[in-house]
């Protein structure tokens, strides 16, 4: 399996652009998560699916930040619009889903620079 | 809200020493789980070590090994004959039984050296 799949790598923008992070988790993974790591804040988690069902967005920061799972196998975290200090790296992790002690397999995440 | 502390943001060792990384959690519940992450200058986090709150044994991944004290809420990482592939942020996380939702500590940077 190639493992969780984030796309792009790197992305910078202005600000007030509108920003589309994409994954893929593993196939057969049941629950997708998107993280924001940055130096001040560390890794917080933004929002989780089960399911493709949004199960917690109570870390999402504001109206800007939306995520959606339109099917098993891709979700998209989508900023509009977009300012510096969203600036960060953003993960998405898959599990298998089966209540709390599965590993999280996190993707290679994706460098957002909003300049 | 659970919380997780790391009190040590830097560490550095000699190449085959044994190094231990602090973890302090704070929860009510009584079942959880505890894990351990590495991320490597590749960026890529990477599950290191797990524990289930109602295990009494100390989990054990091959050079790697916790103490889990469950009344003082402390889950340290001993890492034993440290190796220079070690070097990496530890990330201590905690998530409740029948819940998905990691929570993370602020980490502590590893570094081995030669």
């Known amino acids: 399996d190639a493992g969780v799949i984030q796309s792009p790598r790197h992305e910078v923008t202005e600000m007030g652009q509108e920003v589309t992070l994409r994954c893929k988790p593993i196939?057969?993974?049941?629950?997708l998560f998107w993280y924001r790591q940055t130096m001040m804040r560390g890794l917080e988690l933004l929002i989780y699916f089960n399911n493709n069902v949004p199960i917690d967005d109570s870390g999402m920061p504001e109206d800007r930040f939306s995520a959606k799972m339109p099917n098993a196998s891709f979700s998209t975290l989508k900023i509009q619009p977009s300012e510096p200090r969203d600036s960060a790296v953003y993960f998405c992790a898959s599990s298998l889903g089966l209540a709390g002690l599965d590993e999280q397999y996190f993707g290679p995440g994706t460098r957002l620079t909003v300049t | 809200a659970q919380t997780v502390t790391q009190s040590q943001p830097e560490m550095s060792v000699q190449e085959a020493e044994t190094v231990t990384l602090s973890c302090t959690y704070d929860t009510s519940e009584s079942n959880y789980y505890l894990f351990w992450y590495k991320q490597p200058p590749s960026r890529q986090m990477i599950l290191v070590i797990r524990?289930?709150?109602?295990?009494?044994q100390n989990a054990t991944e091959n050079r790697f090994s916790v103490n889990f004290q469950k009344a003082a809420k402390s889950f340290s990482l001993k890492i034993s004959d440290s190796q220079l592939g070690d070097t990496a942020m530890y990330f201590c996380a905690f998530s409740n039984f029948g819940n998905e939702k990691l929570t993370f500590g602020t980490g502590t940077r590893l570094t081995i050296i030669p």
């Open positions: 196939s057969g993974h049941n629950s």
């Open positions: 524990q289930e709150a109602y295990k009494q």
